[in-house]
């Protein structure tokens, strides 16, 4: 079955810099787009960035073009946010997503707070 872990979150700086992993399984990873979202307390889940199957292609949500990098590894079925600059609002949970079909598949996310 799928699967998504996702890990690297935790407290920073404001100014500071993390870098997530998604490690995936139960799936031909490099066959399809993967999908970072975050959601921050009272807030719905939004769309971080997203990558190709091929790495070859990405999109980022306006507020976090310039300062977030997606990327993936697909000999080691895993997908990464480099996030850098944080901001407080930066603050959320991130998750890992995989669209296959019409079905969402999602880790368990993992937080990231920026704070002083």
């Known amino acids: 079955q799928v699967q998504l872990v996702e890990s690297g979150g935790g407290l920073v700086q404001p100014g500071g810099s993390l870098r997530l992993s998604c490690r995936a399984s139960g799936f031909t990873f490099s066959s399809f787009a993967m999908k970072w979202y975050r959601q921050a307390p009272g807030k719905e889940r939004e769309l971080v960035a997203t990558i190709a199957a091929a790495g070859t292609s990405t999109n980022y949500a306006d507020s976090m073009k310039g300062r977030f990098t997606i990327s993936r590894d697909n000999t080691k079925n895993t997908v990464y946010l480099q996030m850098n600059s944080l901001k407080p609002e930066d603050t959320a949970v991130y998750y890992c997503?995989?669209?296959?079909?019409?079905?969402?598949?999602w880790g368990r996310g993992t937080q990231v707070t920026v704070s002083s």
């Open positions: 997503n995989l669209r296959k079909g019409s079905l969402d598949y």
